[in-house]
Structures are given as C-alpha cells and as structure tokens.
C-alpha cells in the first residue's frame, strides 16, 4: 500500500500532538500529581505511537512506547516524577520532533538513540524513594535535535473545516455576480481604461474561482473509506461474502459532487449485494468463486469522472424486467422494442422493483430512481450495463465541480430560465404547420426521430402566447428520452454560479438551482428530467 | 435600514397592517430594506388546487441570495385560491416598499411590509406583557399591550407552510 500520500497528513498530526505533548509537559512540571494532564500525555504519545507504526517508522513507534512506559509508571506510582524523568520525556519529545523532521525531509531515520534509551530504562528501573545514580545527561545528537523550546515553527498544512470553502465559493459566485454586472456597463460607452480593469477582473476572479475549485477538491477515496466495512455487513446480513476493490481512489473531485454521491453509491452496492451477488453455495454452482467480488472504478475523463460499479453476480434477468415493465403499465409494444440500453434503465423507474423478496433497505421499488434523479441533478448521467449471470455494471458520469456551469438561458414572459448546456441537443425554431397531434403531447420530425413537443409555458400554469408560425424549441436529452421545449424566445449562454435552493423553496418540482444576475434578477435553473416527466 | 445594532433576545419587530398588528422576534430579522419589484416564483406543474399561495409575493435578492417574499396580511386572511400566473414577470408596488428579511440557520424569509409602519417592542415592555395562547394557525400567541392585539408569529410553521405551497408534489395543507 502506498503510504507516502498520507505523509503529510501524518506530519501534520504528530506536529500538533507534540505542540500539545511540549505544553503538557510543562503542565506536568508545574503540577507533577496532575493525573489528568498525564492522561493527556499518554494519549498523545499513544496516538504518535499508533500513527507512526501505521506509516513504518517503528523507531518512532517505539520511541513513543517507550516514552508511554515512563508515564504508565508514574501513574501506576512505580516511579516518582523528577527532574530526571522530566528531562528524559522533553528529551524524548524534541527527538521525535527531530524524527518527524527527518520524515518530512526524507531522510532515512537512522538517528542513534541508543543514550536516550538507556536513560529510559535507568529511569524504569528506579525504585521509588530511592536516590537514582547521577546519570549524564544526553548528548544532543550531531543534527537537527533542538530542543523544542528553541525554535517556534507553524506547521505547512492546516486544518480548515469544508463550511470555509463553501463561504469561499460563494463569495466567487457574488464577485462572478458583480463581474458581470461590470460587463454590462462597459456594453455602455466607458473609456478604454474601465473596459481593461472589468477584463483584468473578470480574469482574476476566475483565477480565485479556479483556487477555490481546486481546494475544494478532494480524492474520492476519502468518500469511500467506510465502504469496506458497509460491505461486509452488508454481506454479513445477507448471507454473502464479497470483496470490494477500488481503482482510482485519488481521482479528485469537488466536494460538493462527492456529497451528492454518499446515498447513490451506498445504494448502488447495497443493490449489487442484495440482487447481484449470489450466495456461496450459488456461486459454487454456477462455477464462480465463493467469494463475489464489487469493484469500483473511477477514472477522470476531460471535465468527467466515469464512475464504474461493476458486480460479477447473477446481472440483470431482462426478461423478468419487461414482464415487470408491463406489470408497471408500460406498454408490450414499446418495451418489446426498447434498446437493451434502455430497458435497462427502466429499473430506475419509480416503483419498479426486480426484487423477489424485499429486505430491510432494498426491494421497494424506491432507490435506483432516487439515485438517477441525484446523479442527474448535478448534470450527470446513470448508464447501466448487464449480463445474464455474470454480472452488472452501473456507469456515473459526473462532472467534476458543479458550482459554475454553462447554462442556456431562455425567456419565458421575459422571465429569464436556465437550462444546463450539457442537456441540450440542439436550439431550433419549428414552423407549427410541421407539429403533429400526439399523445400525451405532440410532435415534429427531426432527423426521422418523432421528438415530443412540451410548452414551458403550459407547465408553468401561464397562459400561451398569440399564434406564430414558428416556434422556438430547445431540443433536450434527459431523463433518457429527447423532447422539445417550447419556449418564448432564446437568450444565449453563459457561465453560471448555480447555487442550490435552500428552503423554503428546497423541493420545488423542476427547479436544480438558481443563480442571480448581475443587475439582481434571479434566473433559475430548471431540471430537464422533470419539465419531461410533467 | 439595518436591523437594531442593540436587538436581543425577546425582543420583537412589530408591523402594522391594516387590521392586524404582527410581531416578529427580532432576532431573526438580518435586515428591513426597500425594493422596486418582486420577481415571480416558477411553479411549474400542478399544484394541488386547494393551496393557497398568494400569500406569496414573489421573490428578491438579497446579496447574491433569492429570498421568497410573503405577505403577513394574505396568509392569515386566506383569500380564494387563484390557479395561474401572472403573465408578467415583476410585481410592482406603488413605489418602493419595505420587506424585513428574516433568517434562521439556513433558512430565509422575506416579510412583506410595504409602505406600513414598524416600530420594536422591547424585552423589558414585554416582560409587564401577558403571551396569550392563541389556537390560530401560525401564532405563537397574542400579546395585548394598551388593548391592541398583537400577533406573534409562528415563523417556522410559515416557513414550513411556505415550503410544503412550493413543493407542488407534497402539497400539504397547513
């Protein structure tokens, strides 16, 4: 296992556990029957034992375990606190600050200990009462061991809760607001001067937002760090056994895409687990291995993370899902010529459910639709690829920050909307000779492909607009089908700072977000999957 | 105008309708500002035809945030349902017309107050003031200084109720 990525994060810990074991020693000095702050100090040392034992620095391990043996004796009262001892444990202490340095430094741990060691074991060895034999003091080792007290340093890294970031961004998103408010005076006669300034702006602020995104990053095996024991349990209930295996865990994305994943992913494998992997006893007989394997792949494409989650269990019976489809009330005739692409994706239709036998958490019907509707909230996608016993895969695509997105604005009754660019197939204006009666709408021809047509204005209760021969219509691909929208007329594209609606307009049917203009008019973004499903 | 730099806990904004007199807890209140227009709020689908909605006024932005605009006086007189929208995109009062902003962790409230007037009534008035229970929806209870009832308002459960107009798919009446 490659360890080097969580070094600096393992620096970062033992710095602050040795700035909080410098103070308590002091403490301790000062107040030497002080049991709490001998708690503190074991703990400390404990956790710089734990740590440095996980990365491989075993002389730092057990450095610190010795150091803890020290102060497990004082508290068992074998030995007594004295300045002996104290001089040993601040000793102790600057020689891992020494170590961690050697660590940050690359440097192999090859520091002789040998004198300080031996002290600690004088020191153990002591009874208690009894006057301990003058022992040199230790001799500072030819590099790098200063005693703390000598020097002040600040660590590199620091820790910073995720809520500053939010903030950060959406300060970005204000100055976006303001930058394009500049613009649109500089549409206005202003000397060449202001038009430079609102350009040299609008570069830095996109420079800040490009900062921003970047620390907001995270890799996406910090999302998946509980995923191993959630399999095993997972497992454990339902009589299973499956191993999990993740590729490109330090694929990063922005945060905020990641927390739109949490619930999917853990449902994606609960499904895997519950309807994918077979029992032992199953898989013997189908000539797998006992043991079912989930492996989770993750891989950065241009602006996109593909994320794959494939299980090698029994994969998905289609002939049972079209009976089901039907069940459900869609028609024989549709499903029969349904691609496998999206027939497949019928189980995430609400209330679909392929499960013979529902469990605690899966089985309802309810779930995969949820989990399509989160992928595609953020403007990504859910394919679903199976195989008849050999397994499923189930392909998110994402994309890689969601807080600035290229929008296409439309107007209805000079209300300005948005839709997300990565939905619209093609804007175009569609004489109303060529729009057919259908049902439940109706429809035009493009490209030989019957495109049903929906008014954003019917669905938002306004009344339609007089007659015109031509209608302009935004061409959409969502919710796996291709519809047209009809709107009152185009207004071009821009980047957006969509922020998420908060409540108490939280659940509003059809709304993904809003952002906010530069002269303060707020537009929001609509979902394309929603204005299809009505 | 900002809010009170001195506004402590119990302390209410008081607004003044034409028949009724409201009292908000101060302490929620970010801001009492003037705007020109209010802008639409989309709902699109059906809404459940026995919702009441135009106590919603519409919406406003409030540094960089949409913030949903309601009208006090509307909500609690309930009138007649309307099904539709507006074919125009702004509503505009006579004029500018005050809105207090209100805002509790991450939920925000416009209250409408128009050209109507706004005064405080402080802790320490209120600590001589009886809070009447009240049965009526979205109030806290009634306080009663000098014969005049005054409301206190029930902001979460307007929030609430607001939240479950906009959510068109969970329509539920309060």
Known sequence: MDLSKYKSLFLQETGEHLQEISKELIHLEGEPHNSATLDNLFRHFHSIKGMSASMGYEVMASLSHKLEDILDAIRKKRV??????????????????????????DKPLDMDISFLLSRINTVLTAKEGVPQPSIPSAPIPPFSVQPAAQGLSLPTMIKVDSGIFDGFMGAVGELFTVGSRLKEFTAKSYPVEFHEAVHHLGKTIEGLNQAVITARMIPFDELTQNLPRIVRDMCKKAGKDADLVLHGGDVKLDRAVLEHLTDPLVHIIRNAIDHGIESPEERIQS???????????????????????????????????????????????????????????????????????????????????????????????????????????????LPVTISIIKVLLISISNQLFALPISKVMKVIDVHKSDIRDGSPYPYFVYKDTEIPVIGLRNLLMMPPLEDRDTLPVVIIDAKDKISAIVVDDFEGEMDAYVKPLSRPMVRMNGIIGVTVLGDGRPVFLLDPAALISG | MSAHPTIRDGDKLIIYSDNEIFAVEANIVVEVLETEQFFMLPVIASPSPHS????????????????????????????????????????????????????KDAASLGIYIGKRKLSFLWKEELSNLELKPSNEDYTLGLIDPSGKKIRLIDWQKILTKTQDVLSSRNMSLA
């Open chain 1, 80 to 105: 007594a606190i004295s300045q002996e001892i104290m001089d040993v444990l601040l000793n102790g202490s600057d020689i891992l600050q020494a170590f961690a340095k050697m660590v940050a430094d």
């Open chain 1, 287 to 397: 000539n797998k291995p006992p043991k079912g394997r989930i492996t989770i792949a993750v891989a950065r494409e241009r602006d996109n993370v593909i994320i794959e989650i494939t299980d090698d269990g029994r994969g998905i019976d289609t002939n049972r899902l079209k009976e089901k489809a039907v069940q459900s009330g869609i028609s024989k005739e549709k499903i029969e010529i349904m691609a496998d692409r999206e027939l497949l994706l019928l189980v995430c239709a609400p209330g679909l459910s392929l499960a013979k036998e529902i469990t605690e958490t899966s089985g309802r019907g309810v779930g995969m639709d949820v989990v399509k509707g989160n992928i595609e909230s953020i403007g990504g996608r859910l394919e679903i690829s199976s195989q008849l016993n050999k397994g499923t895969k189930i392909i998110l695509e």
């Open chain 2, 52 to 103: 009441n909605r135009e106590f919603i006024k519409g919406t406003m932005t409030h540094r960089g945030e949409v913030i949903v605009v309601i009208d006090l006086s509307l909500l609690f007189n309930s009138p007649p349902s309307q099904i539709g929208q507006r074919d125009d995109n702004t509503i505009e009062d006579d004029g500018p017309c005050k809105v207090a902003i209100t805002r």
